[in-house]
C-alpha cells in the first residue's frame, strides 16, 4: 500500500518562505512520480510541482516557476517543495500526490496526502 506523509506548511507573511516534505512508502523501486499540487475552495485542484524520481525530470506551474524548489532525495523517498517568496494568491490546501511509473506533468496521479495547508497573509 503506498502512504504519502505530509509535513510543513502554516502561515507567513507575504514574501516570506515556507518549506513542506512530502515521504513516500509502498512503491517498490524508484519508478514513479511524486509531486504537490493545491486546492482553494470552489477551484480545481492544480498541479504547483512534481518529479519523475526515475529520471529526476520536474515540471513547475508557470505560476511557481522561479520562486519554488521541488527538491528530491530518493535515498529517503523523500521530496521537499522549498517555498519562496510567497503571495496572497499561494495561500491554499496543498497535497502530495504520487503515481508508480508515472510521469513529471502534474497530471491526477493514484495515491494523494491528507493535505497540509498554507496561508500567505498581507
Known amino acids: 500500500e503506498v502512504r504519502l506523509v505530509e509535513s510543513g506548511g502554516g502561515s507567513v507573511q507575504v514574501g516570506g518562505s515556507l518549506q513542506l516534505s512530502c515521504t513516500a512508502s509502498?512503491?517498490?523501486?524508484?519508478?514513479?512520480?511524486i509531486g504537490w499540487f493545491r486546492q482553494v475552495p470552489g477551484k480545481e485542484r492544480e498541479g504547483v510541482a512534481c518529479?519523475?524520481?526515475?529520471?529526476?525530470?520536474?515540471y513547475y506551474d508557470d505560476s511557481v516557476k522561479g520562486r519554488f524548489v521541488l527538491v528530491s532525495d530518493i535515498a529517503k523517498n523523500t521530496i521537499y517543495l522549498q517555498m519562496n517568496s510567497l503571495k496572497p494568491e499561494d495561500t491554499a490546501v496543498y497535497y502530495c500526490?504520487?503515481?508508480?511509473?508515472?510521469?513529471?506533468?502534474?497530471?491526477?496521479?493514484?495515491?494523494w496526502g491528507q493535505g497540509t495547508q498554507v496561508t500567505v497573509s498581507s
Open positions: 500526490a504520487a503515481e508508480a511509473q508515472g510521469r513529471s506533468w502534474c497530471y491526477e496521479y493514484d495515491h
Open positions: 509502498g512503491f517498490t523501486d524508484d519508478d514513479y512520480a
Open positions: 518529479t519523475d524520481m526515475s529520471d529526476k525530470s520536474t
